[in-house]
């Protein structure tokens, strides 16, 4: 899945004029294998073109909808939701961040391809 656009809607827990900000987002990167209604991700991030990608966490993910065209997913803690539409090669997640100083939420819109259509039509 390659979420090429990427947005972060952070909260700041201090009294601020800019307490609330939209952020753009980094472009992520996720490949998953699924076995039944496990699945499994490695997560990639690159923060621009000419960055080297750097690998992060591997995420533990659980279907709570298989309906095709539709698959949702979340995320064994709950914190990383994704919902594709196979039929037309779309993705979005939703992830909460939390920290002591600001809580927010990071939306991505991207696309979805299998490991076959990846291979034959040349997609990264």
Known sequence: ???????FLVGY????????VVRQGDPTFMA??????????????KADP???????NSENFTVIMDSPPLLWFESDNGGIFVAINTSQ??????????DRRFVGSQVCHGMYTTQFESQTFGHQ
Do not use: W
């Open 13 to 20: 827990l201090v009294p601020a004029d800019r307490s609330l």
């Open 32 to 45: 998953c294998k699924r076995e039944s209604n496990a699945i499994h991700c490695d997560v990639i991030f």
């Open 1 to 7: 899945m390659d979420f090429y656009d990427c947005k």
């Open 89 to 98: 090669h779309a993705v979005t997640l939703i992830s909460r961040i939390v």
């Open 50 to 56: 000419d960055q080297q990608a750097v690998r992060g």
